[in-house]
């Protein structure tokens, strides 16, 4: 099976391609939010990612790359404290535990919920989210979505905040009451990426579960 720690980033990055490509400007007048779609088609850089339950104690703590490409290409390496990869081709997602010398590959239709296709639709943007913009939290401004329908999604709330027009930290409440908080660094925006850069070759001696 795949590990757990799998099994949350994988919900994570679900939401996560869809904001990071919706909000890569400052955007302070809500209705403009539909405009903002459509200006960055690729993304990579490096993160720090913490997990804190709703104790305030600290469950995780993680680092590593990513990249990231319309309309649902992405590849998320985890280097510290564990080696694992994320990795979506556009129609089929692969869970890569090197510690386990395994791979499970899904169809990314199996992420469920609201996927990203449906977030990248300026149109439907407003339909799915209530959207804030909120001013002197913790001295910074932070963009807040809150989704309309609980019962297709496996979050309560992302708040994102931002830097020299670029997104810089993300935090996600959870169902759980856990919060994740991701901070990206050298972020570079609409680099050319090969589609060939998001497959997956499976490793020698690595079990292939297919689900």
């Known amino acids: 099976m795949v590990t757990e720690r799998l ?7 679900k939401y996560l391609l869809a904001t990071l490509f919706a909000l890569n400007v400052v955007a302070e007048d809500i209705n403009d939010f539909p405009k903002l779609i459509g200006k960055m088609y690729s993304a990579q ?22 990249s990231f490409k319309k309309p649902n290409f992405f590849r998320w390496k985890y280097t510290e404290p564990f080696e694992s990869q994320i990795i979506s081709d556009g129609e089929l997602l692969y869970l890569y535990d090197p510690d386990l010398k395994q791979v499970v590959i899904s169809s990314l239709d199996k992420l469920g919920g609201i996927s990203p296709a449906m977030l990248l639709v300026s149109g439907d943007i407003h339909n799915l989210f209530k959207l804030n913009y ?27 905040n931002f830097e020299a027009e670029k997104i ?22 609409n680099n050319k990426i090969n589609d ?13 579960i297919k689900n």
């Open 196 to 208: 060939e850069f998001f497959l997956f070759n499976t490793p020698e001696n690595v079990d292939v």
């Open 7 to 13: 099994l949350h980033q994988t919900i994570m990055i």
């Open 134 to 160: 909120l001013k002197n939290i913790e001295s910074r401004d932070w963009f807040q979505a809150i989704p309309k329908d609980k019962s297709k999604s496996t979050f309560k709330s992302v708040l994102i």
């Open 45 to 66: 850089g490096s993160f720090s990612q913490k997990v804190i339950d709703q104790n305030g104690k600290l469950v995780q703590e993680v680092s590593g790359i990513f």
């Open 168 to 189: 810089k930290e993300m935090r996600v409440l959870d169902n759980f009451e856990q919060t994740t908080i991701i901070i990206f660094n050298s972020l570079v925006a």
